[in-house]
């Protein structure tokens, strides 16, 4: 089975930040997801990736295949970005149909 | 609009009934999933469907049943067996079992007493 680590598990930023959003994965996959949970619950997909980086609004992710490694990025951090972030993997590697999942980084943003 | 609908948002029961949590999804999508969440803990898979009449147990399936009589619907229940049923429960829904791209529903919270 993948395992998933996220970093950090909590985030504090003042409005306008730079934010850094990291998770490892242990088996080699064909493509990542990057999910946002809003304080109500509801889950929206951001970025399906399977390399180099991809760019929706102030949101960027980017994935390193080699190191089983990818980054999500906000810039000009806005207190509306405050949410729960979970990466999804493949459940045992590229071709497995089943996702697993991170424990979510939450973040909070301060105006 | 195509989405996925949960209902109820809240839900509330006695300890030793059974409930079902009911999902449907107008995406015509193929395979269909039940997640549970727990604070602190990633989503994990309780069941998960790739076709009508057809379904597969998920990492935690103990004390939970599911059933896929058409294509739109695949509720949930929990069971009496379920030694630890308070949590978030999220169902989600994609094409086919191997597009990695779900859509997922806004959940139903649960709470058993």
């Known amino acids: 089975k993948n395992e998933v680590e996220q970093s950090p598990q909590n985030l504090t930023a003042q409005e306008g930040e730079f934010i850094t959003i990291n998770c490892s994965y242990s088996?080699?996959?064909?493509?990542l997801h990057w999910l946002q949970q809003h304080p109500g619950g509801g889950i929206v997909s951001l970025f399906m990736?399977?390399?180099g980086k991809k760019k929706h609004g102030r949101l960027i992710a980017t994935i390193n295949i080699q190191e089983k490694h990818s980054s999500l990025h906000i810039t000009a951090s806005h207190p509306r970005d405050s949410a729960v972030y979970i990466c999804?993997?493949?459940?045992?590697?590229?071709?497995?149909?089943?996702?697993?999942f991170g424990k979510g980084t939450k973040l909070s943003v301060i105006p | 609009d195509g989405g996925i609908t949960q209902s109820p948002k809240y839900l509330f029961r006695k300890e030793g009934q059974n409930v079902t949590l009911s999902c449907e999804q107008n995406?015509?999508?193929?395979?269909m999933y039940w997640y549970r969440q727990d604070p602190g803990q990633g989503l994990r898979l309780i069941y998960y469907?790739?076709?009508?009449?057809?379904?597969q147990k998920g990492d935690i399936a103990e004390g939970y049943s599911v059933s896929r009589e058409k294509k739109e619907s695949f509720p949930l229940t929990v069971t009496s067996a379920q030694k630890n049923p308070t949590a978030f429960y999220l169902c989600?829904?994609?094409?086919?079992?191997?597009?990695?791209?779900?859509?997922f529903g806004p959940g139903t919270r649960l709470t058993v007493t």
């Open positions: 989600a829904s994609t094409w086919t079992l191997g597009n990695y791209e779900q859509y």
């Open positions: 088996v080699g996959i064909s493509a």
């Open positions: 990736l399977s390399s």
């Open positions: 999804a993997v493949p459940y045992s590697g590229a071709g497995s149909y089943q996702l697993t």
């Open positions: 995406l015509n999508h193929d395979a």
């Open positions: 469907s790739q076709i009508v009449n057809d379904f």
